[in-house]
């Protein structure tokens, strides 16, 4: 009997972790997808919700031609007019995601279609915190490429 009471517990402990990252992975998923849409719509306050920087904070990009941009944290939540809502499509697939606590990172794959069909794809990495209850971008890395 006493194995099956050990065994059941046991159970019900990985049952109990294993579902709490649901909910996490999920939030996690609905602030990258808010981020990619308020962006190209050109909602910069709803763009600066999804953000939380810090003093660790880093943005960089590397571009399909080879070049690097380090971008300024402060950019994510105060963007020049001419660098948010140009318009366009996205779709972000292949998420991997972990949880680790309040902390998470994420990769994903996103394919941009701008106003005028051109399609840009590229790889991002997303360090997230978890803040006052909310999921919240604190640095990115993005690498675009082209497509073969």
Not at 15 to 26: E, G, K, N
Not at 30 to 54: M, N, P, Y
Not at 55 to 60: E, M
Not at 87 to 116: M, Q, R
Request: some cysteine.
């Amino acid at each position: 009997m006493k194995p099956t009471l050990f065994t059941l517990f046991g159970l019900l402990i990985a049952l109990s972790a294993h579902s709490q990252s649901i909910p996490d992975t999920t939030a996690i998923k609905q602030v990258l997808e808010k981020e990619s849409t308020t962006f190209r719509s050109g909602d910069i306050k709803g763009h600066a919700d999804c953000w939380k920087i810090q003093p660790y904070s880093r943005i960089v990009i590397s571009t399909a031609d080879g070049k690097m941009i380090d971008v300024p944290p402060v950019m994510m939540v105060n963007p020049q007019a001419n660098m948010i809502g140009t318009g366009g499509t996205f779709t972000n697939s292949n998420y991997k995601i972990s949880v680790i606590g309040n902390s998470a990172w994420v990769s994903h794959n996103e394919e941009s279609v701008s106003k005028d069909g051109k399609k840009t794809y590229s790889i991002e990495f997303k360090m997230l915190e978890k803040i006052n209850g909310d999921w919240k971008i604190v640095g990115m890395s993005m690498h675009a490429y082209n497509k073969p």
